[in-house]
């Protein structure tokens, strides 16, 4: 499959997380969002869920979360170092590499991620930033990061009916960090990095 069509999937694939209810176990709840996780389907780990309803216009969150280079997330996510785009494909997919600081006193060392990214807009207004893994030429691994592995993730930013100024924002992570970590490090770093993201996104937002 191109990287298009396989970034077209990884949509999908957000679009059927969305719709699918079952099998869900909450893991953590704050006043902003509610994180909670399945057996993944794509990779021996977990697919987590946020749901948070964001005090702002979707076109707000929308132009602090979207994927592009010189873009917001760098400055406000504590789980984004840099983020850069390799390739553009076309006006809405993209190959980006994503670095990461050391989490968790350390023991997480600094991650990469190569991904093809696609962002989409839907008749409902919903926004969408959709990626999964890829490998690219122009990307080898870089030393003194570990290359972790994104599954079909992302984000929708979905109008609150009657609500201009509120945004319910969706987020899907299935991540493979890669290198030899204990799991009960994996299984506590990413509900809290998930209500962490929410957290630092409403200051931005508010900021």
């Known amino acids: 499959m191109d990287c298009a069509g396989r ?11 969305r719709r699918d209810r079952d099998g869900w176990r909450g893991c953590r ?16 780990g977990n697919l987590y869920k946020g749901e948070g309803v964001l005090p702002a216009s979707p076109q707000k969150v929308w132009e602090c979360i ?9 400055k ?31 023991i997480i060392s600094p991650r990469e991620f190569v991904d093809v990214v696609l962002m989409k807009q839907y008749e409902d207004g919903t926004m969408l930033s959709a990626a999964t893994n890829v490998e690219h030429p122009l ?22 009916p009657g609500e201009p100024d509120r945004t319910e924002l969706l987020t899907f992570f299935q991540t493979d960090l890669g290198g030899y970590l204990p799991q009960t490090v994996v299984d506590s770093f990413f509900p809290s990095s998930i209500s962490g993201f929410y957290s630092n996104l409403t200051k931005a937002l508010k900021a």
Do not use: H
């Open 7 to 17: 970034a077209e999937a990884a949509a999908e694939q957000l679009q059927l997380y």
């Open 29 to 44: 709840s704050t006043g902003e969002v509610a994180v909670s996780w399945r057996p993944s389907a794509e990779f021996a």
């Open 139 to 160: 990307c080898p691994p870089q030393p003194n990061f570990v290359r972790g592995f994104n599954y079909p993730c992302g984000c929708l930013c979905i109008p609150v």
């Open 76 to 106: 406000w996510d504590q789980n984004v170092k840099d983020f850069e785009v390799i390739e553009a494909i076309s006006d809405t997919v993209s190959i980006c590499r994503t670095t990461t600081p050391s989490a968790c006193m350390r």
């Open 66 to 74: 979207k994927p592009v280079a010189g873009g917001l997330r760098t």
